[in-house]
């Protein structure tokens, strides 16, 4: 992720919800960092929308500061909407096919059924003697 004014608006973003995770408080940063450059008012203005700019070189110190890896920073959330669109799309191919099975299994029922029905006429023919065997006829 570059770090442009476009963008700026979600690192804010994330660094509120870095902090939030913490359960820091914007206050407590400049004794956790504890490195020139992190002065409260440095960090209060990161959090402000026309403050200072978070940039790559504060992503580790930042996320290190809250227990959080620099990617906390850096990964590209969009990708998630993606994966979460095509996981969406999976799920409903799954439940189709859940219900292709589901309406396969009837149909192996019935023919089941019908077979059952053929079987027990077919006895039913050999008891009265017009079929003998397998199902011959008899003359």
């Known amino acids: 992720m570059l770090t442009t004014p476009d963008n700026q608006e979600d690192l ?82 799954i439940e189709a096919h859940r219900q292709q099975i589901t309406e396969l299994k009837a149909s192996v029922l019935a023919v089941n059924a019908a077979a059952l029905d053929n079987k027990r006429e077919m006895q039913e023919l050999r008891d009265m003697g017009l079929v003998r065997g397998r199902g011959k006829a008899s003359r």
């Open 12 to 93: 804010r973003r994330r660094l509120k919800a870095a902090l939030a995770l913490a359960g820091h408080d914007i206050k407590d940063l400049p004794l956790i960092i504890n490195q020139p450059g992190y002065s409260l008012g440095t960090l209060y203005a990161m959090t402000s929308d026309t403050g200072r700019e978070i940039l790559p070189k504060d992503f580790l110190t930042l996320a290190a500061a809250c227990g959080l890896p620099r990617e906390w920073f850096t990964y590209d959330l969009s990708a998630m909407g993606q994966e979460h669109a095509n996981h969406d799309k999976i799920t409903e191919q």
